[in-house]
C-alpha cells in the first residue's frame, strides 16, 4: 500500500522560511516524478513544484526563486524548503507521486 506523508507546515510570518517534508512508503520512489501542490480556501489545487526522477526540478512562476524542491532516494523523502514567504502562500500543501497517489496534506499559514 502506497502512503505519502507530509510534516513540516505550521504558522510563520511573512518573509520567514519552512521546509516540508514528504514521506514514502509502499512503492519503488525512485523512478517517479515527485511534485507539490497547494490548495488555497476557496481556490484550486495548484502545482507548486516537480522534480523528476533524475532530480530536475520545474516551478509554478509564484514561487521560482524563493522555493526549493528536491529529494533523498535513499530516504524515499521529498523536500519543499520555502524561503521568503507571503501571506499568499498560505494553503494546504499536498505531495504528489507519479500524478497519482496523494498526501493527505499540510497547512501553512503565513501571517503575522
Known amino acids: 500500500q502506497v502512503q505519502l506523508v507530509e510534516s513540516g507546515g505550521g504558522l510563520v510570518q511573512p518573509g520567514g522560511s519552512l521546509r516540508l517534508s514528504c514521506a514514502v512508503s509502499?512503492?519503488?520512489?525512485?523512478?517517479?516524478?515527485m511534485g507539490w501542490y497547494r490548495q488555497a480556501p476557496g481556490k484550486q489545487r495548484e502545482l507548486v513544484a516537480t522534480?523528476?526522477?533524475?532530480?530536475?526540478?520545474n516551478y509554478a512562476d509564484s514561487v521560482k526563486g524563493r522555493f526549493t524542491i528536491s529529494r533523498d532516494n535513499a530516504k524515499t523523502t521529498v523536500y519543499l524548503q520555502m524561503n521568503s514567504l507571503k501571506p499568499g502562500d498560505t494553503a494546504v500543501y499536498y505531495c504528489?507521486?507519479?500524478?497519482?497517489?496523494w498526501g493527505k496534506g499540510t497547512l501553512v499559514t503565513v501571517s503575522s
Open positions: 509502499g512503492s519503488i520512489f525512485t523512478i517517479y516524478t
Open positions: 522534480i523528476t526522477s533524475g532530480g530536475s526540478p
Open positions: 504528489n507521486m507519479a500524478s497519482y497517489y
